[in-house]
């Protein structure tokens, strides 16, 4: 059976990563294939047509998936091949495009034509790969993206905890509510909505939920728990660890929002298992999110060409299903923690179909916001992600735009700008949450993806209808913000209007919401 290599699935090792010696062969794993779709043109019209408005409203999963799912005749090609190597077909999916494939690791070897080796490096241990995939004739064109083989971890969680003794000149820290009330959100709970969480680890403790809420005199969110790739709620007992993210993602959007469904998607963090997540929620029919908050990312340079490509697929397919989706954008300034000297963004918030949220740092006086910056408190202490992508292209809604550097004169935005939005970001005027039974500060712009969360939910519940992607809307109405023009991240600084640091700026919460209701 003749095989060719797979466009875009090539693999290095880690840096500083030290192959061990080859995978076990009796190893079992599963390993997600994500198909064409059909109709990929009539999806891009569609899309380009909500770029301008012009969408004749958004799709059920039902319909999305006849009218843009995967061909049954791929499913029955991937079936094929899958019987051809004794492999099992876990899971096949027309809608999300997903089939999932189990099997050991020497099977797995043979029907993708690679070797797996067993890697440590200084943060742990995976199991990897180098060079391209393979994958038959037959399914050349056919199949998109074949993940899961390498899962070294492809994330890390954008909160940072403020810590036992603030700096000197530390601002008051704020409760959700308290932020939402400083920027203006309007009336309501949200009831009717449902909120997803994407979690790569760690877990909540239903005590700690409970104790907070109490706290805040506000009921409990309902809280409904879904595992991806068998992960599951498993509280580590760190509140520095990813116990830190799931807390504040569930706190912050379930103290603004409390009258909706709160959908905890927990996942393994690998390249296969966050897709699966993001796809999971999207085409979720049960829990039926209106809205997906991601607190998780990357450097978009860490990524292969594969991945990218299949998590923005993922991302429109949640534009034309009506699911607004909401990334943290980092918060190791223009940077993102490579340490190369060169500016990098963050992924998945990079994609042009998701809305990325940078970081501020907010003061405030008798009830009302005092002043608003850049959130940059230095290499040690943080500072909100953003820049310009290298691999996505220019969206129709950030034409004409300027991009500012922190030296030198503003210049023609070329390629996609990172953050759009923006909010409250800096630990030392952060967020009161409480996890693992303690209570502490929380910023990063983990928070903020969450805050605008629970305002997208109020302004739904409130409308009736679902705001799905926002960029277009939002971008066509800047006054709804609140523009921040003072600071830099890094490689970028704040200017009047869009800027690489905060985006169009933080919400005028009642303006975003009449704004989205159209």
């Not at 770029?51 to 061909?71: C, I, Q, S, T, V």
């Not at 993602?249 to 959908?263: F, H, K, R, S």
Request: hydrophobic share 40%.
């Amino acid at each position: 059976m003749a095989k060719r290599p797979l466009p875009g699935s090539e693999r290095k090792p880690l840096r500083d990563a030290r192959a061990i010696g080859r995978t076990d062969p009796e190893q079992r794993l599963e390993v997600t294939i994500l198909l064409r779709r059909r109709d990929a043109a009539g999806l891009r019209t569609r899309l380009a047509d909500l770029a301008r408005g012009e969408a004749g409203g958004h799709l059920a999963p039902e319909a999305f998936a006849e009218a843009y799912g995967a061909d049954p005749a791929d499913l029955t090609k991937v079936a094929d091949f899958a019987r051809a190597h004794d492999l099992a077909v876990v899971c096949a999916d027309p809608g999300r495009r997903t089939v999932i494939l189990s099997g050991t690791v020497a099977q797995h070897e043979a029907a993708f034509g690679v070797e797996l080796q067993d890697f440590e490096f200084d943060g742990g241990a995976y199991r990897g790969r180098t060079g391209p995939l393979h994958v038959p004739d037959e399914l050349h064109g056919v199949v998109e993206a074949v993940l899961g083989l390498d899962n070294r971890p492809v994330a890390r969680p954008h909160f940072r905890r403020r810590g036992a003794e603030a700096r000197a000149g530390a601002g008051a820290a704020f409760t959700p509510p308290e932020l939402a009330r400083l920027y203006g959100f309007p009336a309501g709970d949200g009831k009717g909505q449902c909120i997803a969480l994407i979690e790569l680890g760690g877990g909540y403790r239903p005590a700690d939920i409970k104790a907070y809420f109490a706290g805040l005199g506000i009921p409990a969110p309902k809280l409904r728990t879904d595992g991806v790739d068998h992960a599951a709620n498993r509280p580590s007992g760190d509140p520095n660890g990813p116990d830190g993210e799931v807390m504040l993602d569930i706190e912050v959007a379930g103290a603004v929002a409390p009258g909706a469904a709160i959908a905890v998607y927990f996942a393994p963090n690998t390249d296969a298992g966050f897709l699966n997540a993001i796809t999971t929620a999207a085409h979720d029919t049960r829990n039926k999110p209106s809205v997906i908050s991601i607190s998780w990312g990357g450097p978009e340079s860490s990524w292969t060409a594969q991945s990218l490509a299949a998590f923005d697929s993922a991302l429109q397919d949640a534009a034309i299903l009506g699911v607004t989706v909401l990334a943290a954008s980092g918060d190791n300034g223009s940077g993102d923690g490579v340490n190369d000297g060169a500016a990098h963004v963050d992924f998945p918030a990079s994609s042009p179909h998701i809305t990325a949220c940078g970081g501020t740092r907010l003061t405030a006086a008798n009830g009302k916001i005092a002043a608003e910056q850049v959130w940059n408190e230095g290499q040690s202490g943080g500072a909100g992600g953003g820049g310009v992508s290298a691999a996505f292209d220019l969206p129709a809604w950030q034409r004409g735009l300027k991009v500012t550097p922190a030296k030198g004169t503003p210049k023609p935005l070329a390629k996609r700008g990172v953050p759009d939005i923006a909010a409250d970001a800096d630990p030392q005027t952060g967020y009161q949450i409480r996890v693992d039974g303690q209570s502490a500060v929380f910023g990063g712009t983990s928070a903020v993806a969450p805050l605008w969360a629970g305002l997208v939910a109020i302004a739904n519940a409130n409308s009736g209808k679902r705001a799905g992607f926002l960029n277009p809307v939002l971008y066509k109405a800047p006054k709804a913000l609140r523009d921040i023009t003072a600071g830099d991240n890094g490689a970028f600084k704040a200017a009047a209007g869009w800027d690489a640091c905060t985006g169009l700026g933080t919400p005028d919460g009642a303006a975003v919401a009449k704004a989205l209701a159209g």
